[in-house]
């Protein structure tokens, strides 16, 4: 008779055991990070209006 190493119960192996699987699938989804989105500008941007104003000044 086949017995289960996780549970004990005869029946099923570890990798068919639902308690193993409602485990997993429990854990799964506590240890999920975060994520958070960061909006970035570039310096390029900047540069390119102060020489555009520079040469408003000089027309």
């Not at 029946?11 to 999920?32: A, Q, S, V, W, Y």
């Not at 989105?37 to 390119?48: F, L, P």
Request: proline share 2%.
């Amino acid at each position: 008779m086949i017995v289960c190493y996780e549970c004990k119960k005869p029946g099923h192996m570890r990798g068919e055991c639902l308690e193993l699987k409602k485990k997993l699938k429990k854990d799964k989804f506590t240890f999920k990070k975060a994520k958070a989105m960061m909006a970035t500008w570039s310096d390029e941007d900047e540069d390119d209006n102060a020489q555009g104003s520079s040469k408003d000044e000089e027309i």
